[in-house]
């Protein structure tokens, strides 16, 4: 099984933007779906973005139109392109392989990414 790593967060003000990555160890030529989630203390872990080998995308409402998932097989990694951001996209940020095109997630979690953005 692939392991996945992701990297690229960081502190913003309202109003950046940040690219986050997601490398994989191994090919993902072959991995239908892959997507990012994003948790909150105490709050659940949400899918906000996935691309599916065919590079489909889909995303949730909270991050459409901001947000753009990208996959470069060449280099097995996924990214998420994040513009506008606002202190609500706060939280820790996981890549995950997916059992459907907006599926559950299905490798062991990563340690995520932090993203914090200041208003």
């Known amino acids: 099984q692939v392991q996945l790593v992701e990297s690229g967060g960081g502190l913003v003000q309202a109003g950046g933007s940040l690219r986050l990555s997601c490398a994989a160890s191994?090919?993902?030529?072959?991995?239908?779906?892959m997507g990012w989630y994003r948790q909150t203390p105490g709050k659940q872990r949400d899918l906000v973005a996935s691309?599916?080998?065919?590079?489909?995308?889909n995303y949730a409402d909270s991050v459409k139109g901001r947000f753009t998932i990208s996959r470069d097989n060449a280099k097995n990694t996924i990214y998420l392109q994040m513009n506008s951001l606002k202190s609500e996209d706060t939280a820790v940020y996981y890549c995950?392989?997916?059992?459907?095109?907006?599926?559950?997630?299905?490798?062991?979690w990563g340690q995520g990414t932090q993203v914090t953005v200041s208003s």
């Open positions: 995950n392989v997916l059992t459907s095109p907006w599926g559950t997630a299905m490798r062991v």
């Open positions: 191994g090919s993902i030529t072959s991995i239908n779906a």
């Open positions: 691309i599916t080998s065919r590079g489909s995308t």
